[in-house]
């Protein structure tokens, strides 16, 4: 199956710092989610993103398919942005599964 | 719009015990569904999906089953619990072949 993996594992950041999360996967995709696990673990869908660029306030992602990942910025981090970002990776046939990494837990401090 | 929803939010449970964990999805029709469990907060594992009513595919071997009675309800089951099936339990749907949109979850501690 697809391997996804997810860097750094985890990341502390004083307040208003910028941070880039990165998301390799193993092989060809075409689809490509990026979620937001919250303190009381609720997942919150941030882009679906299986090529290109998109931007959401301080958030945006690039995926470049041909290449194999796909990156997350933040900028002007939050204490509210703390939690685990998760990368999920598919293949829309065969009941559009996801397959997860491991997550990026973040930190945000005062 | 769509929403989703599961329950219990959490649930203890003897070793031994039987299990029925229950999701329901709205405003969509004929969507794919999903059962993942997440562990130790990290790595999210797809248990089962549906592509429609009656239709059930098995992704991991294990003491859990699914079953979809309705279109919009998909529900996790257990005969007997083990130690090992504790865990953060999350339905997720989506109306293929697009983004998936998860459920609250839901917590299952076995004792």
């Known amino acids: 199956g697809i391997q996804v993996e997810q860097s750094p594992p985890d990341l502390i950041l004083q307040e208003g710092a910028n941070s880039t999360l990165r998301c390799n996967f193993s092989?060809?995709?075409?689809?490509l989610q990026w979620f937001h696990q919250n303190p009381w673990g609720q997942l919150i869908n941030l882009f679906y993103?299986?090529?290109g660029t998109k931007q959401n306030g301080r958030l945006s992602a690039t995926t470049v398919a041909t290449e194999r990942y796909s990156l997350l910025y933040i900028s002007s981090s939050q204490t509210t942005d703390s939690g685990v970002y998760f990368c999920?990776?598919?293949?829309?046939?065969?009941?559009?599964?996801?397959?997860f990494g491991t997550g990026t837990q973040l930190k945000v401090e005062l | 719009s769509q929403t989703i929803h599961q329950w219990p939010a959490t649930l203890v449970q003897p070793v031994g015990s039987p299990l029925s964990l229950e999701c329901t999805v709205e405003?969509?029709?004929?969507?794919?569904l999903y059962w993942y469990r997440q562990a130790a907060g990290r790595g999210l594992q797809l248990l089962f999906y549906?592509?429609?009513?009656?239709?059930i595919s098995s992704e991991v071997p294990q003491n859990l089953s699914a079953s979809r009675p309705q279109d919009r309800q998909f529900i996790l089951s257990s005969k007997k619990l083990l130690l090992s099936d504790s865990g953060f339990y999350l339905c997720?749907?989506?109306?293929?072949?697009?983004?998936?949109?998860f459920g609250p979850g839901t917590r299952l501690t076995v004792t």
């Open positions: 997720a749907w989506s109306y293929r072949p697009y983004e998936q949109y």
């Open positions: 092989d060809s995709v075409n689809n």
């Open positions: 993103i299986p090529s």
């Open positions: 999920a990776v598919g293949i829309t046939g065969g009941g559009n599964k996801l397959t």
């Open positions: 405003g969509t029709s004929n969507p794919n």
């Open positions: 549906s592509v429609g009513i009656g239709q």
